[in-house]
């Protein structure tokens, strides 16, 4: 990979430079030297006539035509600053430093109290709680002990281990968790078959996150808040469909550029190659709008309040999709997960990055990178469910149903794109034409 930083010349003495010190391009050994001795008198002498040819070798034989270059090519003393100056500047650094330390650890603190919270004030079994599948408890001698629930009783043991980056890394079988169905116009394509959970050692798994899971949710928490909407107790707005499309393409532009600095400010995303990147925003950013529109859905009224900015909303009822089997779907998609987040935005953060490291996206060229990614993220939810819950069979439940309604978010994002853009297709931008691919659908 391509340094970010092309090196350039030193125009003192032709050695490596990347960034201008006090006014020219210079190398670091040249900066140094100028404030060194710009401000000083120390009268300078050289043996041949002030002609020295200063080069990288020749650099440190004659003082006095280094300097003079220096002043002769344009660096301005003025620039540098005196004990006084840069006591300052250190301190403001130490300063910032300190801040910054200590935004983390405010941020580090909050998720660890989340965690704390959640625990009730009953004690926790001395069963170890394991991750969904984990077959750890079942090998051990007190696996009598553990729920009596009859599916953990029908897990094989045959899981797979094996290590990455000191990390332990458990392949479940495909009978443990069957989450993922076929869908998408019967094509056949599966959306995962398996859960890979990664751990690190800690002795006790049912405290707290650990450093690894508290600096993915601190990245996450802070990413998704490009796309958090208002939460504002509103009433039903009477509107017709022409200007429900209207909001919806305009909603659907921004909130995709707000989704792409989301994806941008999650470390794994920006690590991936350009091509890979791209597929996975054109092809699942409607899909995780849709699935986040669940906030704002009234089950109730049948009805969901779309925020086109902090002001301005309009409310959508079901009774305007015209197609009956469409409004069954989204119902269903809806209800399923409704049931399911518990009104709970740490659930729905972690099932949007879930859904954004879908590695069964088109065009991919990384598929197993971005697999390993999901899999982290499917491991934070596990473990924030565990310590939601308490409970180790509800916990279970809980997620792989959660990973089912995920197949009907599929489906029914697929529903939202053509219904936003078969009608009026002219309404749409660049970005919207790029992700809905416009030039191959006959209008």
């Known amino acids: 990979m391509a340094n970010k930083e092309t090196p350039k010349q030193c125009l003192i003495c032709g050695d490596k430079a990347y960034v201008f010190n006090f006014g020219v391009i210079s190398c670091q050994s040249c900066k140094a030297f100028f404030r060194r001795n710009a401000l000083k008198n ?55 430093k300190v801040k910054r330390r200590n935004r983390e650890l405010y941020k580090r603190q909050m998720v660890s109290k989340t965690a704390d919270d959640l625990i009730a004030e009953t004690p926790i079994p001395d069963t170890k709680y394991g991750l969904v599948g984990d077959s750890s408890s079942s090998n051990s001698s007190d696996s009598g002990k553990g729920n009596s629930d009859s599916s953990d009783s029908d897990t094989k043991n045959d899981t797979q281990i094996i290590h990455l980056n000191g990390m332990k890394v458990s392949k479940f079988n495909t009978d443990v968790i069957d989450i993922y169905n076929n869908y998408h116009r019967g094509k056949g394509a599966e959306f995962l078959s398996s859960v890979v959970a990664i751990t690190q050692h800690v002795t006790d798994y049912n405290k707290s996150f650990n450093t690894y899971e508290c600096d993915k949710l601190i990245e996450l928490f802070s990413a998704i808040n490009f796309i958090r909407e208002p939460t504002l107790p509103l009433e039903p707005v009477v509107t017709d469909m022409m200007n429900f499309k209207m909001a919806m393409v305009f909603k659907l532009d921004k909130e995709i550029r707000n989704f792409i600095t989301v994806a941008q400010n999650v470390a794994e995303f920006d690590s991936l190659c350009e091509n890979d990147r791209i597929a996975l925003v054109k092809y699942g950013s409607v899909e995780i709008i849709s699935m986040r529109m669940i906030q704002f859905y009234n089950v109730a009224a049948q009805s969901w309040t779309i925020f086109v900015d902090k002001n301005n909303w309009i409310v959508s009822r079901m009774d305007m999709l015209k197609s009956e089997p469409i409004k069954a779907i989204f119902r269903n998609s809806f209800g399923k997960i409704g049931n399911e987040w518990d009104s709970d935005p740490i659930i729905l953060d972690l099932l949007t990055i879930i859904l954004l490291f879908d590695p069964n996206r088109p065009n991919l060229l990384h598929r197993e990178v971005i697999k390993l990614q999901q899999n982290i993220y499917m491991h934070l939810l596990q473990r924030y469910l565990l310590l939601k819950y308490r409970s180790e069979y509800k916990a279970k439940t809980k997620f792989l149903n959660l990973m089912n309604a995920l197949t009907d978010i599929n489906i029914m994002g697929e529903i939202f794109m053509k219904k936003c853009y078969q009608t009026r297709p002219e309404l749409l931008g660049p970005l919207l034409k790029e992700i809905f691919d416009i030039q191959d659908i006959q209008c």
């Not at 034989?61 to 003025?78: A, P, S, V, Y």
């Open 42 to 96: 120390k009268g300078f002498e050289c043996a041949f006539d002030s002609n020295c040819q200063v080069d990288v070798i020749t650099r440190k034989f004659c003082q006095k035509c280094r300097l003079d270059k220096c002043f002769r090519l344009g660096m301005k003393k003025e620039w540098i600053l005196n004990e006084d100056e840069l006591k300052t500047m250190r301190t403001k650094i130490m300063e910032n």
